[in-house]
Structure formats: structure tokens, C-alpha cells
Nanobody
């Protein structure tokens, strides 16, 4: 059984920064892709960023240049560094484990989520 535990969510002012962390249990962390989703109230869940086993990254257009996903396989941890935050980044952020198939990221395990609120 894989457990994913997110941390780092907080209330931050527009223009501010946050770093989310996701600690994964289980073996073979380095053999899986990882991703971050978010869901804002009344909106569909969206894939924000994903990272392959070899460190290739992808981002949704709205966060390109502002967010950075990274991983530390020695610590079984994936990060999401967020900067220049905007009110529209407000959402619950979920860490996922997954795989790439045909260029698309698919998740099989999800964390419980961490709240990010961007407001003055």
C-alpha cells in the first residue's frame, strides 16, 4: 500500500511563494512518475505538473514559468515550488503517483490534499 502525505499548504499573499512537499511510503519510489493536481471550488480537477522517473517535467500553461516540480528519490519526496502566486492558484493541491502511457500521465495513488489560499 502506498501512502502520499502532502504538506506546505498555507495562506499567502498574491506574488508570494510556497513550497509543497509530498512524502511517499513504499519501495521503488524512483521507478514511478509523480504529479501534482489541484481543484478549486466549483472547478474541475486539473493536472498542474508532472515529473518522469528521469526528471523530465511538464506543466499546465497557467503555471509555466512560475511553478517548478522536482523530486528527491533518496528521500521519497516530490516538491512543487510555487512563486508569483495569484488568487486563481487557490485550490486544494493533491500529490499523485503514476505512470506515463502514450505521453499522458495517469495516476494510481493520491494524497489527501493540502490547501493553498492566495489572498490579500
Amino acid at each position: 500500500q502506498v501512502q502520499l502525505v502532502e504538506s506546505g499548504g498555507d495562506l499567502v499573499q498574491p506574488g508570494g511563494s510556497l513550497r509543497l512537499s509530498c512524502a511517499a511510503s513504499g519501495r521503488m519510489f524512483g521507478t514511478f512518475a509523480m504529479g501534482w493536481y489541484r481543484q478549486a471550488p466549483g472547478k474541475q480537477r486539473e493536472l498542474v505538473a508532472a515529473i518522469t522517473t528521469v526528471g523530465n517535467t511538464s506543466y499546465t500553461d497557467s503555471v509555466k514559468g512560475r511553478f517548478t516540480i522536482s523530486r528527491d528519490n533518496a528521500k521519497n519526496t516530490v516538491y512543487l515550488q510555487m512563486s508569483s502566486l495569484k488568487p486563481e492558484d487557490t485550490a486544494v493541491y493533491y500529490c499523485t503517483r503514476g505512470t506515463y502511457w502514450g505521453g499522458t500521465y495517469y495516476s494510481d495513488y493520491w494524497g489527501q490534499g493540502t490547501q493553498v489560499t492566495v489572498s490579500s
